[in-house]
């Protein structure tokens, strides 16, 4: 069955960081394009980071850029979402999906999703 699972959200204080990671069951995560979605409350889910499978080329949103890293762990085979210098904007439930061919913005280009995990920035 194929599953996948973020994990690492959490509350923090503007200024601090979070490490998201997403693990895939069912299949090789390192053989497809991934891409890390966010839906803030009363927002619509939006695209913030993506890695794609051929050179590992990175992609971000320009609110984040700077700020979060996408990157592999091979030996793990997860996706990393390292994110710094969060901020009350960065409130969240954050998504790992992948893509059906290459890194893109739209959630129809992505077939698998996880359930999410939620990232509470609050002083």
């Known amino acids: 069955q194929v599953q996948l699972v973020e994990s690492g959200g959490g509350l923090v204080q503007p200024g601090e960081s979070l490490r998201l990671s997403c693990a895939a069951s069912?299949?090789?995560?390192?053989?497809?394009?991934v891409g890390w979605f966010r839906q803030a409350p009363g927002k619509q889910r939006e695209g913030v980071a993506c890695?794609?499978?051929?050179?590992?080329?990175?992609y971000y949103t320009n609110s984040v850029r700077g700020r979060f890293t996408v990157s592999r762990d091979n030996a793990e085979d997860t996706v990393i979402l390292q994110m710094n210098g969060l901020t009350p904007d960065d409130t969240a439930v954050y998504y790992c999906?992948?893509?059906?061919?290459?890194?893109?913005?739209?959630?129809?280009?992505?077939?698998?999703w996880g359930q999410g995990t939620r990232v509470t920035v609050s002083s």
């Open positions: 999906a992948t893509a059906i061919d290459d890194c893109s913005w739209e959630e129809y280009e992505y077939d698998y």
């Open positions: 069912g299949f090789t995560l390192n053989h497809h394009p």
């Open positions: 890695i794609s499978h051929s050179y590992d080329r990175t």
